[in-house]
């Protein structure tokens, strides 16, 4: 069992978002998961130019890191995203990020993985940007068990504080991990995404055969 935290921060192993995403991954190491830590800012990441080359062949224009952290992410039965809030939303570094996902959301590539959110804030926000998060990864076909944010007021208290919920969530996905977890209301969102991906799968089932084959096997086609 592998989890992984992708962590948006640009302070990277200064950040209050990144020792909080630590504590999740403590809290599935002790549940057996071997874990890893992904800081975004350490790697070169080119925005979306909209050019739509990678629908046809699964392959961006972009010469840059994300094709190691596509395949780190495929690797991994799990995901945790962690962004600290920015203007009401996460990091620049996270966003250009998920918009370079639009392959893996359109063909679903993360489906049947689990995953979670962490964000942290001064005041204000963090909720909103864990809700954020998990809808990203709902888009990615993805169940969220979870996620919580933590209002610093500028000083790591109330992060060290959040460290026993922290651990207890980073459980609950391990556990997700090894015996499954349903929500309801997140299956059928992730349904409905489906639904509406399947126009594109369809429409470049002679470029990309083999992502249309699994989709038939999968019963989405």
Not at 61 to 77: C, G, Q, S, W
Not at 174 to 194: C, K, W
Request: glycine share 10%; charged share 25%.
């Amino acid at each position: 069992m592998k989890i992984l935290a992708i962590h948006g921060s640009p302070r990277t192993t200064r950040s209050m978002t990144r020792q909080l995403a630590g504590f999740v991954l403590a809290g599935s190491a002790e549940s057996g998961a071997e874990t890893e830590m992904i800081d975004l800012a350490d790697y070169r990441i080119l925005p979306c130019t909209a050019c739509e080359a990678c629908t046809l062949n699964g392959i961006c224009v972009n010469d840059d890191d994300m094709p190691e952290l596509l395949a780190r992410i495929n690797e991994a039965d799990a995901l945790i995203l962690g962004s600290p809030v920015y203007i009401d939303n996460v990091t620049g570094q996270m966003k250009v990020f998920f918009d370079r996902l639009a392959d893996a959301i359109h063909y679903q590539q993360c489906a049947g993985k689990y995953g979670c959110a962490v964000a942290t804030t001064g005041e204000s926000g963090g909720d909103e940007v864990v809700a954020y998060l998990n809808h990203v990864l709902n888009y990615l076909g993805v169940i969220s068990v979870g996620g919580m944010s933590v209002a610093t007021g500028g000083g790591p208290e109330a992060v060290d504080a959040a460290e026993p919920a922290a651990r207890a969530l980073g459980k609950k996905l391990a556990d997700a991990v090894r015996n499954g977890y349903s929500d309801p209301g997140q299956e059928t969102e992730i349904e409905g995404n489906r639904a509406y991906f399947k126009t594109i799968v369809e429409e470049n089932r002679d470029f990309r055969p083999d992502e249309f084959e699994r989709w038939v096997r999968m019963g989405w086609i």
